[in-house]
Each structure stands twice: as C-alpha cells, then as structure tokens.
C-alpha cells in the first residue's frame, strides 16, 4: 500500500482538515491546525508532504521521526501542528487496514468511556451561574470557563472579586458535586495568579488552567505553594521535550497537550506515558473538531491517567458550525451522564461527511483570535 495523495479543507468555524488517499482505496483523516494560522499550517502540511507520496502509510513511527528529524529546525507550533495532523490521517489509514480502532494498536483500553467536559461563559465570561445549571441538567458532571478578562501584571483588586463572584456563582447554581475547571488562559500574570489561585480555593475548583503562560513554568512553584488547588497547563507546549522539564519540576498536576498541536497521536500517547511516571494527570486539550476529538479519545482510551476530555460542542467559537455538522453518525459523540464512550470504529471510529466538508470549504474562513489592550493601550494576553 502507498500513499497516493492528500486534499486540503480549510473549513468553519476555524479548522483545517486532511486527507490521505491511497492505492488501496483506504482513505485517512487527520485535523493539523492552529488556531488562527491554519493557512500557515496548510503550508507546512504541503512541504511534510512532498517526502510521504509514494511511502508506505503503515510506517508510522518512521515517518514521524523523519518528518521530525529530517528537518535541521524542528518543533514549535506549526511544524508540529502540521505533524500532528498527519498522523492522525495515518493512524487512521493503519486502522482501517487492520479494520480495528486505533487504541486496539496502542496496546488496547483500559476504559470503556471517559468523563468529559462542557465549555461555558465565552472569552469574556458571563451568566456563568446560569449556562453551569443548564449544562449540568443536560447531564454533565464538570464545566470549563475562563476565569478572567484581561489582567496587567500588578491589577485592581476588583478583577480579583468579580472573578471570585463568577466562581461562586456557579459553584452556588450547580453545587458541591460538579467539577469546575477554571481556565487562567496564560491572562494572568504571576503577582496576580498567587492572588486570585488563594481565594478561588474555597470553592474547590477541579483544577486552574494555565496560571501563568507555558514560557513562564518557573512561576509555578511560588503559585503551587500558595495553594491546594492542582494545576493543569500543556496546550501551548508542542512535544515531549518541552513537557521534560514541567513533568520533572513537579509543579503541575495535570498536563493538556493537544492531539492537533502536539505531534498527534504518536507523541502525545509518548507524553501521557511520561507523565504516568510522574505521577501526573492527562486531560487532553481540544477545543477543535471531530477528528481532533476522535484521536484525542483513541489515546485516552489506552492512558491509564486519563481523566477528562475537553469537547467542543456549543463551545463560543463554533457559533453556526459545529463539530458533529462534519460527521455522517451523529450519535458516535453522543455524551451520558458526562461520559463519552470511546468510538469503536475502524481507524478513529467516525466517518467524515465529505460532501459537507467540501461544500463548507468552499465558504472557507479566516479565523482570528482577537486582539485586546490594556487602558494604557499596551497588548494584552488573550
């Protein structure tokens, strides 16, 4: 079996879709994105391309490594976005030649379905108490949101109380028994993170994301001792060489690499092994589409320290396209009592509507994540 060819879909809300075609009529998917350089991650797929035509697709740990190490400068956010998503096409290519889901090739499961989680309050958040209540009635066990707006790195205490009051507020709709992720997402700075991570903790949040930004992990050794509340961070950390350190320092308790950005399923099954040995918890990120979703579960299905899936339906971005408008079953993510199961199929256990993912990439899009400023007009994290 060779590979014969590859499509490009650029396709709304903000993803980018493959797919690889072989001699044999097998045809494999994969998602290679970053958010807001899907053009520039296009380009990249083009280039690791040219080498994988007429390769055997079943050569998976080969041509990571080649497409790795074959190139003088590697890692970052687009080379191995673009990595990643060629090997979820390939692993999904390798599946349905055996005709066995991808976990069956990772050494089987060990979990039948995983808990996962639900997005609520948008960028800027809002009627959090209330969008909490109604996630946890439609049968969800544990909520994402982001906890603040912008921060400087010395800020008003009041930011500080109307993030605690947001907290409360759904802590008081959901109660005691509902997980609550609050998402820092690298907004905060270090001064305030001690701050704001202390007086969260009488609400006994499931963990707090991203405290401080990936390229300031130093910090959180002065966040963790400021509190018990266990420290999640990893999505904008690219492969197992920047996960070395964190894990090593002992800082973070649960780590997020994304199946999209992080070397897809080859590397990220490699990360969730390592961090296993250091006693640290996977919760993958992945608020992108279903290909994303899918290889993300394929993993969780075999990483013992797996606890909770990140999902992206009726997430803020997806407004007027959602992840399971790209699927021909739309029951394969079907979520019950906050679980989803692991899908069975072949591959990565769905099947993508072609037909609409070629009519919607011909709408396109040109996501971008906005721009925000401080009062004094200097550029704040988003």
């Not at 996960?243 to 990360?271: M, N, R, V, W």
């Not at 069975?344 to 509507?353: K, T």
């Amino acid at each position: 079996m060779k590979i014969t060819s590859y499509q490009l879909f650029q396709v709304p809300p903000r993803w980018l879709f493959l797919k690889i075609e072989t001699d044999a009529g097998i045809v494999g998917w994969g998602e290679p994105v970053i958010e807001g350089k899907a053009a520039t991650v296009a380009a990249a797929v083009k280039e690791l391309m040219e080498h994988l035509i007429g390769k055997d697709p079943l050569r998976i740990e080969d041509h990571w490594q080649t497409m790795y190490r074959g190139g003088f400068y590697r890692g970052g956010p687009i080379l191995m976005s673009a990595i990643a998503g060629i090997d979820q096409a390939l692993w999904d290519i390798k599946g349905k030649y055996y005709q066995a889901p991808i976990y069956q090739l990772l050494g089987g499961a060990c979990r039948d379905s995983i808990r996962v989680y639900s997005w609520i309050g948008g960028d800027r958040p809002s009627d959090v108490g209330q969008a909490a209540k109604q996630v946890a009635d439609a049968g969800f066990t544990a909520v994402k949101m982001n906890g603040t707006e912008e921060l400087q790195y010395i800020d008003s205490y009041q930011k500080i109380d109307e993030a605690v009051a947001r907290i409360a507020a759904v802590r008081e709709a959901v109660g005691g028994n509902i997980g609550i992720g609050i998402d820092f997402h690298g907004r905060v700075h270090k001064p305030m993170a001690k701050i704001l991570a202390k007086e969260l903790e009488p609400f006994r949040p499931m963990f707090i994301e991203e405290p401080v930004l990936s390229e300031n992990h130093e910090a959180l050794r002065e966040i963790a001792n400021h509190t018990a509340i266990p420290i999640a961070t990893g999505e904008r950390m690219f492969s197992r060489w920047d996960f070395k350190k964190l894990l090593s320092d002992g800082y973070a308790d649960i780590i997020q690499p994304d199946l999209s950005h992080a070397g897809g399923i080859t590397e990220c099954k490699k990360i969730a092994s390592m961090a296993e040995a250091y006693d640290v918890a996977l919760a993958p990120h992945c608020p992108l589409g279903p290909i994303a979703l899918a290889a993300c579960l394929q993993v969780d299905a075999t990483a013992h320290n797996a606890f909770i899936q990140e999902q992206s339906l009726g997430i803020h971005y997806n407004q007027g396209s959602d992840l399971l408008d790209y699927v021909v079953d739309r029951t394969v993510f079907d979520y019950s009592n906050g679980y989803v199961k692991i899908p069975q199929g072949p591959g990565l256990g769905i099947e993508i509507n072609e037909e609409h993912v070629r009519k919607m990439a011909e709408i396109s899009h040109n996501w971008k994540n906005p721009v925000w400023r401080h009062k004094d007009g200097s550029v704040a994290e988003w």
